[in-house]
């Protein structure tokens, strides 16, 4: 047997939702650069759903249906309130959307009309879970959503209790279209493994949550913030930096699986980042991030992924630290639900083999003898 450590290069499966060639990804073929500049984060989840762009009444349909879900059962509401308040908030996503499938008649129907009612309801109900606790855990009440504000609108209305400027709305939408969906990551491969044994949705996407979380995926963006905040200035940037390369520490933000010349994305962000912090008339974390990403491929070659300038994009959006992971899956719950119904229309168990390398030939020995 040859193992492929990590099962690099291992291609699993087919799929018609999202690719990486030659550095450049697209979903459902449209380049992210085009979608980034041009689309909205609704439009996106109704291409990764349904593979083709919306009409506007096929759009406006989309805007009342996550409208009209958004409002999380009063049951869960009250069980949050009884959560720990010191919890990572996506420990906190994970436990929520596994308890919604308790409250979803349609939980374990699969067939495909009840699996895109499903995935509308997840995308629609995650934002007002995250901000629920982001509230809760201040004490203070959540705030209901609000109808005709759009998804990213009514994010940021449900967490700070006020509308927010254009400029923001504007931002944070373009941070979910291109976090939607990319190809077969970590998370989505949980999801998949998931769906693979006929698990019902909200399983596949517990698992997809979990797996994010971890800092060497979505994790990680959380983690760009902590070293900026560790670092805080520009002037202990080359040493720190240094310091963490001697002592083998891995740089966050930097470094990808399959792009090894770059992340289409991070250039969105990073100009978007730019743009907010003159706006802001602060721009510390983004001068630190240029000068930290300038240094990285200075001494290891690598260039920054997509959670390196989110961090300073969402910190100069007012959002605290640890739900910049949540927000992550906000927008990935489009990419995982259009992944778990792939997988079902097309299903095969996916269980691969693993070389064993342990003790053989034991003889067992009696426990009143060991
Ligand atoms: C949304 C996302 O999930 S994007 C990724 C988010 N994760 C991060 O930003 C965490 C930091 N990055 C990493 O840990 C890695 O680059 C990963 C997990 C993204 C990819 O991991 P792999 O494909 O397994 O690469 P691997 O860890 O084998 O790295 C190859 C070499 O580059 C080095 N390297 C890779 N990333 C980094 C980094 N961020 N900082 C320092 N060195 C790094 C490794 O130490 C290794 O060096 P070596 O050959 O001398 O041992
Ligand atoms: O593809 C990966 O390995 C990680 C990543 O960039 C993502 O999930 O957006």
Do not use: C
């Amino acid at each position: 047997m040859t193992v492929a450590k990590g099962l690099e290069g291992v291609v699993a499966l087919t799929s018609e939702i999202s690719s990486i060639v030659d550095g450049v990804l697209t979903y459902r073929g449209y380049n992210i650069d085009d979608l980034a500049d041009q689309s909205t984060f609704e439009e996106v989840a109704f291409l990764l759903w349904f593979g083709r762009l919306p009409s506007k009444a096929e759009l406006d349909q989309l805007h009342q249906e996550l409208d009209q879900h958004a409002a999380l059962p009063d049951v869960l509401l009250q069980q949050m309130k009884a959560y720990p308040k010191n919890v990572h908030p996506m420990s906190v996503l994970r436990t929520a959307v596994s308890s919604l499938a308790l409250y979803d008649e349609e939980a374990d129907d699969q067939s495909s009309e009840a699996n895109r009612r499903k995935a509308v309801k997840l995308t629609a109900k995650i934002p007002t879970i995250i901000t629920a606790f982001a509230r809760i855990r201040q004490g203070l009440e959540p705030v209901q959503p609000k109808a005709g504000l759009g998804f990213a609108g009514n994010f940021l209305y449900m967490l700070n209790g006020e509308e927010p400027s254009e400029v923001a709305v504007k931002a944070l939408d373009k941070a979910l279209v291109l976090h939607a969906d990319h190809e077969l990551n970590a998370s989505t491969f949980a999801a998949r493994v998931t769906t693979g044994t006929l698990a019902d949705m909200y399983s596949a996407i517990t698992a997809a949550i979990g797996a994010l979380k971890g800092p060497l995926h979505g994790g990680a963006n959380e983690q760009v913030m902590a070293t900026l905040e560790q670092i805080g200035s520009i002037d202990r940037i080359e040493s720190t930096i240094q310091a963490k390369l001697d002592n083998k520490e891995k740089i966050m933000g930097f470094g990808h699986r399959v792009y090894k010349d770059g992340d289409p994305r991070a250039k969105h962000l990073r100009e978007m980042s730019r743009q907010l912090s003159q706006q802001k008339g602060d721009t510390l974390w983004y001068d630190m991030s240029v000068k930290i990403d300038k240094l990285v491929y200075e001494k290891k070659g690598l260039k920054p992924n997509v959670d390196f300038y989110s961090a300073s994009v969402y910190t100069y959006l007012g959002i605290p630290r640890d739900l910049f992971t949540p927000i992550f899956a906000m927008s990935r719950i489009t990419g995982w639900t259009a992944h778990v119904m792939e997988q079902y229309a097309n299903n095969r168990l996916i269980r691969p083999r693993a070389e064993y390398t342990g003790l053989t030939n034991q003889s067992y020995i009696p426990i009143d003898q060991r």
